[in-house]
């Protein structure tokens, strides 16, 4: 579990990995989540962007692409089902300094899936093979694939796709181990994540309900993944991958205290102000409010001030006054240092 993995040429170390989100592993949020304790995260993932779009020069697609410099090793995600086109995105996105890119086969969202991109793919075994056949002609850098278990429970086929994507050219996948039936309910199935790992010879990346470092070690003993993706839990808890890099060297794990969490939040809706307008900024901050908040002190009275906020500053106001938990700590720059030397 320590020893981390290796995708293609690219070193992933620790084995932790920030999973794509749309709407919010935007560059404010990766560039502080990293920070949040340096030397936890391995590889970062862009938001998912449309490969039907970004062949089209889209520019709210375009932007997708713009990476940090402290952003690396990042992926890619590109999602579609035109061979061609997908072929057009992933050379963009190698273009824009992609590390590796990955093919989004596993998003349950509906606006993707009925334009037959996403977990659809996973209805087609031979179109996905055909687009990752295309995309690993025009790629330099390592092609990886996400999946699910499968459509519904009726079609469990993560292993054949498995199969068929390293025969067609892919250096790693990534499983979750739910169905697209299921999106985000129930349980992830992580016996999955061991049968493709056993299936196959590449690096296989488990993800699915890694909330804790507890589970986290859970999951990575019973399957034998060569790493963890973690999405949700991160949205409430940037700490979660120091946490489990801690768990894993036998470190003591700490929990932030509120004020960190609102320091962090607060950080990010200054970042957020380099590049987005304020309508995006609050729709962004607001989206956090349930992860942050939840466990504390007054939680529910901050998410009701919160979401009746108009605009960002309104926002940062309410944070302002909710550190009557206790004194702010330093802002991110200042904590940073604290927590690089904390390592």
Same mark, same amino acid.
């Given at each position: ?95 824009? =300094?992609? @590390?590796?890119?990955? !093919? +989004? &086969?596993?998003?349950? %969202? $509906?606006?993707? #899936?009925?334009? /037959?991109?996403? *977990? ?29 278990? =499968?459509? @519904?429970?009726?079609? !469990? +086929? &993560?292993?054949?796709? %498995? $199969?068929?994507? #390293?025969?067609? /050219?892919?250096? *790693? ?51 034998? *993944? ?118």
């Amino acid at each position: 579990m320590g020893e981390g993995l290796t995708i293609g040429v690219v070193r992933v170390e620790p084995p932790l990995v920030l999973a794509p989100m749309s709407g919010v592993t935007d560059v404010p949020f990766r560039r502080l989540v990293k920070r949040a304790r340096p030397g936890s995260l391995g590889l970062l993932f862009t938001e998912f962007a449309s490969s039907e779009a970004l062949s089209r020069r889209i520019p709210c697609q375009l932007r997708l692409l713009r990476l940090d410099p402290e952003d690396h090793p990042i992926a890619v995600q590109i999602y579609g089902r035109d061979p061609a086109r997908m072929a057009d995105a992933a050379a963009m996105a190698q273009q824009a =300094g992609a @590390d590796i890119v990955d !093919i +989004n &086969a596993g998003c349950p %969202a $509906r606006n993707v #899936v009925q334009h /037959g991109g996403g *977990a659809n793919l996973m209805r087609e075994p031979e179109l996905l093979a055909a687009i990752v056949r295309a995309v690993r002609a025009v790629l330099q850098v390592p092609l990886t694939v996400k999946i699910r278990s =499968g459509w @519904d429970s009726d079609s !469990i +086929n &993560a292993v054949e796709i %498995a $199969r068929r994507l #390293v025969d067609a /050219g892919v250096e *790693a996948l990534t499983v979750h181990g739910r169905t697209r039936a299921q999106a985000y309910s129930g349980q992830a199935d992580w016996g999955i994540v061991r049968r493709v790992r056993e299936a196959v010879p590449v690096p296989v990346i488990g993800n699915g309900d890694v909330n804790s470092p507890e589970v986290a070690l859970e999951r990575w003993t019973t399957s034998g *993944a060569a790493g963890l993706m973690i999405g949700r839990a991160a949205m409430g808890n940037p700490w979660i991958f120091g946490q489990i890099h801690d768990a894993l060297l036998g470190r003591p794990r700490t929990a932030p205290q509120p004020a960190q969490r609102l320091r962090w939040w607060l950080d990010y809706g200054e970042a957020l102000r380099e590049s987005l307008p304020d309508k995006a900024i609050i729709g962004r901050m607001k989206q956090l409010a349930v992860p942050m908040t939840r466990g504390l002190p007054q939680g529910v009275e901050l998410r009701r001030r919160i979401y009746a906020c108009p605009h960002p500053e309104a926002v940062r106001q309410v944070l302002l006054e909710a550190s009557a938990f206790g004194e702010l700590p330093p802002g991110e720059a200042e904590w940073q240092t604290q927590e690089a030397a904390r390592a």
